[in-house]
């Protein structure tokens, strides 16, 4: 590797993400929850034991602690911890909302900061080459009008973790309707495992790929050269 190579840290990647953190957890809550076989309890326990040390494997793996990653561990230890207790659906529902409306909060608060949350989000150091970006962007004394185009694309990532906020809340007042401890209730939390992905991960990600190609755009916009000029090699 040539001197000028930026090494990238390793990645657990789309698919290990996809098994561990929903594949997995939704089969055993699905096919093992019965008394038979785990029983209604054992198999949340069970289950979201696989995202929870995908959660740790990833932090040792990348050997930086991701705050992203860092949320998932929690989200993880309180749906189990509200499965266990067998508390009322509601407090599921509540903390499926609160954390991407936390993430969606922090990606506005942190735009007034000299750090946006955006560019961690989808213009990270991986991506673009922020050096060569920021000297350009002085030389042309363009700093401030960037800056303008980076706060629009945080009020849209932040409107897709709103709308997850929302999906998240209504399906799991839809789909957990049973006793809180029984095979049905285990049964239902892995199908809103299962569901959360097409109703709410697909629509979020578009907007976020949508945000992205609008940076995209205003770096090419904004500093007269092409926007492959500043992407990392």
Do not use: C
């Amino acid at each position: 590797m040539s001197t000028t190579e930026v090494e990238k840290p390793p990645q657990t990647g789309f698919f290990g993400n996809l098994i561990f953190n929903i594949a997995v957890p939704v089969l055993v809550m699905t096919y093992l929850s019965s008394d038979e076989y785990l029983g209604p309890m054992w198999s949340i326990a069970f289950a979201l034991s696989f995202p929870l040390a995908f959660g740790f494997y990833d932090l040792k793996l990348t050997k930086k602690i991701n705050p992203f990653s860092v949320l998932g561990i929690v989200s993880v230890i309180l749906t189990g911890g509200i499965s266990l207790l067998k508390l009322p659906a509601e407090y599921i529902a509540i903390k499926e909302a609160a954390i991407p409306g936390l993430i969606g909060l922090a990606v506005l608060i942190t735009q007034f900061s000299k750090k946006p949350l955006v560019k961690a989000l989808i213009l990270n150091d991986q991506l673009v080459n922020w050096p060569k970006l920021n000297n350009t962007l002085e030389e042309k004394k363009l700093t401030e009008t960037f800056n303008n185009k980076v706060a629009v694309s945080s009020y849209i990532v932040a409107s897709s973790f709103f709308l997850s906020s929302v999906l998240n809340y209504l399906l799991a007042k839809w789909i957990l309707v049973s006793e809180p401890g029984t095979t049905a209730y285990t049964e239902e939390l892995g199908r809103m495992t299962a569901l959360s992905y097409p109703v709410i991960v697909i629509p979020s990600m578009i907007l976020l790929i949508i945000a992205l190609m609008y940076l995209f755009k205003q770096i090419s916009a904004v500093t007269g050269e092409p926007v492959e000029s500043f992407l990392q090699q």
